[in-house]
Nanobody
Framework: QVQLVESGGGLVQAGGSLRLSCAAS????????MGWFRQAPGKERESVAA????????YYADSVKGRFTISRDNAKNTVYLQMNSLKPEDTAVYYC???????????????????WGQGTLVTVSS
């Protein structure tokens, strides 16, 4: 099973950009679909983006389409979330997750994903 560590969060002004990274341990990273989720204060966790093991299939929540891009580098055991045109409503703790059962399209509704990171805080000021 993989272990996940996120990085790249921080404070940014509205309209700015950040790139989150999620580094995975283990030699089986390329067999997992990967996803990014977020949880804002007082709100439920929501799926933001996901990517298949081969990068040929991606999913984006409507709220981030055209602004966020998910990608992965299986040689580096890392998945990325490039976030552009950030809005105050993007403020949240962002988590990466891994699953062998889920696809990029259904990862947001698949229970009991295989692994979660500890989260990284993104704060967007207005």
């Amino acid at each position: 099973q993989v272990q996940l560590v996120e990085s790249g969060g921080g404070l940014v002004q509205a309209g700015g950009s950040l790139r989150l990274s999620c580094a995975a341990s283990g030699r089986t990273f390329s067999t997992y679909a990967m996803g990014w989720f977020r949880q804002a204060p007082g709100k439920e966790r929501e799926s933001v983006a996901a990517i298949s093991w081969s990068s040929d299939n991606t999913y984006y929540a409507d709220s981030v389409k055209g602004r966020f891009t998910i990608s992965r580098d299986n040689a580096k055991n890392t998945v990325y979330l490039q976030m552009n045109s950030l809005k105050p409503e993007d403020t949240a703790v962002y988590y990466c997750a891994a699953s062998r059962r889920a696809t990029a399209q259904n990862m947001g509704v698949t229970p009991r994903l295989d692994a979660w990171g500890q989260g990284t805080l993104v704060t967007v000021s207005s």
